[in-house]
């Protein structure tokens, strides 16, 4: 492959900079009454606020805030679309950070392969659409996946039979300890189901908080690289896919008829983020406008209304699918769906001995049906499509969030003897 000062990046090149913020946002010097809230700032729309919240533009500015951060000693994170963070209800007593660098370099270009190069501040969504107008094939099954690049690669995301790690090649980070950008290659970044070193870096075991880089891991990802497949096809990954597709799984179609089936069948679960969200000016300019405007159509012409969905503030997925071993998987009632997987959560299970099994299925057969809530005015709840989304009806503060998820892992745990974990970051809460 050509190195990339000799790539033109004539037709796959884009650089966004009309996005919204400016440079500090928010801070003490503006008075504290008026301090951004983790609230606006995540899907879940819980959270305090936060004593300090810069918007960085570009690398340089990034690695300024998180080196001075860490130097004072003050709590950092990270933040990119705040689709997989809780933030408690006290203050963050810290800084806040987010990369509003949105750039797509070509690094390299075959007959049949592309590598990108991609900014971590740049939206998820915004890339897939991009790629797949251009074509390019290996993310298309993750369509609709709320948040930045920067974090698809922290909790390795996946849906429908696609994980990022399977199109991440190289990736930039600025590592905290040592105070240098490193590469860091697939290998070193030991991608698993829902994981990756930069996950584990935060955690001391599964849902424990490490002492250092919580909630933001080690290395803050400055660009991620990813290799896609020209051509503009791409294979039926997952069985409901190929459902709503009317094909087979590992049958190949074009990848805009792929993004859109899972666009819609995401849209039925209620597993998009809402595109409301955008309007609010701290998120403003966040995404790609067209893509907003999109997203509100398609909202529309589905409900006939400019009615925001009730399911809308989730993280997605709260609880993830335990991984366990043969004789765990063994005790679970015989009609639990079990699939083979490898020791890392992923693959077939050809690499040997471990059992996915499905939280979902878990939380709805331990008596936590959909629309579940602990009292009928919690305003927390199970989604009314989906058991594993646990949603804001609106007006929760994270402690109801965090009522409920204790009780659905607990309900869990006393049903199955399984410990659900917690897919999201919980920020300056927990679960009892
Ligand atoms: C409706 C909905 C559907 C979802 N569906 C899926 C799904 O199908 N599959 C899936 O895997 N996930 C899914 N998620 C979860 C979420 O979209 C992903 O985890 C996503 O990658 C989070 O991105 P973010 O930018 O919002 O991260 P944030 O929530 O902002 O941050 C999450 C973590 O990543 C860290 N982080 C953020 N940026 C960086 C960076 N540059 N460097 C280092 N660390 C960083 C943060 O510090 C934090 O620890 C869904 C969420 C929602 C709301």
Not at 406 to 425: N, Q, S
């Amino acid at each position: 492959m050509a190195p990339m000062t000799s790539v033109d990046p004539a037709d796959l090149s884009l650089t966004q900079t009309e996005v919204g913020g400016g440079d500090s946002v928010a801070g003490p010097e503006r008075g504290g009454t008026d301090l951004p809230r983790f609230a606006d700032l995540t899907t879940m729309g819980v959270g305090g606020t936060i004593r300090r919240l810069v918007a960085a533009h570009g690398r340089g500015e990034v690695i300024d805030v998180v080196r001075r951060a860490d130097a004072d000693g003050l709590p950092l994170c990270v933040i990119g679309g705040g689709s997989n963070i809780v933030a408690g209800d006290d203050i963050f007593d810290g800084v806040v950070v987010r990369d509003l660098s949105r750039r797509v370099d070509v690094v390299s270009r075959t007959d049949d392969a592309v590598v990108l190069r991609v900014d971590a501040g740049m939206m998820w969504d915004d890339l897939v659409g991009l790629s797949v107008e251009r074509g390019l094939a290996g993310i298309e099954g993750l369509s609709g996946v709320p948040g930045t690049v920067g974090a698809s690669v922290v909790q390795n995301i996946g849906a429908y039979g696609q994980s990022v790690s399977s199109s991440v090649c190289r990736v930039e980070a600025w590592d905290r300890p040592s105070g240098r950008v490193v590469v860091l290659t697939p290998s070193e970044l030991r991608f698993g189901y829902r994981t990756s070193a930069l996950k584990t870096s935060m955690y001391a075991a599964p849902a424990v908080p490490a002492t250092h880089f919580f909630p933001t891991p080690r290395y803050v990802v400055l660009s991620v690289d990813l290799a896609l497949e020209s051509g503009g096809i791409g294979t039926v990954g997952y069985g409901q896919l190929a459902h709503a597709l009317g094909t087979e799984v590992g049958d190949r179609l074009p990848v805009r008829e792929i993004r859109a089936a899972v666009l819609r069948v995401r849209a039925t679960k209620g597993m998009l983020e809402d595109p409301h969200r955008y309007a609010i000016p701290v998120m403003a300019g966040m995404r790609d406008r067209s893509a907003v405007d999109a997203a509100l159509e398609d909202m529309r012409r589905e409900t006939g209304s400019d009615a925001q969905d009730a399911d809308r503030h989730s993280c997605g997925s709260f609880f993830m699918n335990p991984v366990l071993s043969a004789a765990q998987a063994g005790g679970l009632p015989d009609d639990a769906p079990r699939f083979p997987v490898d020791a890392d959560g992923l693959g077939n299970g050809d690499g040997h001995a471990r059992v996915k099994t499905s939280a979902a299925w878990l939380i709805d057969h331990a008596g936590f049906h959909r629309g579940f809530r602990l009292s009928p005015d919690a305003p927390a709840a199970l989604s009314s499509r989906h058991t594993l989304a646990l949603t804001n009806r609106g007006g929760a503060r994270a402690a109801d969030v965090a009522a409920l998820a204790t009780a659905v892992r607990d309900g869990v745990r006393g049903a199955f003897g399984v410990t659900l974990v917690p897919e999201p970051v919980l920020v300056g809460i927990g679960l009892d």
